[in-house]
């Protein structure tokens, strides 16, 4: 493959459709991490009701298996979107230094380390507020439940 810059003008097709593609998948990663916040509520709320239902309320904690799972979830997905991002930036950086090569075209992969991206995410405020929220409201409800 050609490793030399390309000479490609930045409002060229091509170009254009390769940032729309991330652009794309950014929007995806976002949209996933909402949907495992929406899904872990209604996961949470079928299991506590089941549970109350059946007067067993010993049985609350296994409401944070969903919340644990979708926890590590949310945080691959915006690991993913923090990645596509970086992808994106770089490009751009290429494209305005004049350094963009064949290869660079049409390469969707995120960059950066996915095992840091995800602790990073996992750290940040919408992760883990709203999981330990979850999570507080399980044991709220446990302890309402047993009271």
């Known amino acids: ?18 940032l729309g593609i991330i652009q794309n998948v950014i929007q995806r990663m976002s949209t996933n991490s909402t949907n495992c916040k929406a ?25 944070l ?16 979107e923090k990645g596509f991002r970086n992808s994106y930036n770089q490009f ?7 350094s963009l090569t064949e290869q660079d075209l049409y390469s969707v992969m995120p960059v950066g380390n996915m095992s840091k991206l995800q602790l990073e995410a996992a750290k940040s405020f919408s992760v883990w507020g709203f999981y330990i929220s979850l999570g507080v409201l399980i044991g709220v409800t446990k302890w ?4």
């Open 92 to 98: 751009v950086s290429k494209l305005r230094a004049g």
């Open 39 to 63: 899904w872990c509520v209604t996961l949470v709320a079928a299991v506590l009701v089941i549970i109350a239902d059946k007067g067993k309320p010993d049985y609350a904690w296994i409401a």
């Open 65 to 80: 298996l969903p919340t644990v799972v979708f926890l590590a979830l949310d945080a691959y997905y915006l690991a993913l």
């Open 1 to 18: 493959m050609n490793e030399d810059p390309l000479q490609i003008d930045s409002e060229a097709a091509s170009i254009q459709t390769h």
């Open 144 to 147: 309402i439940a047993l009271g």
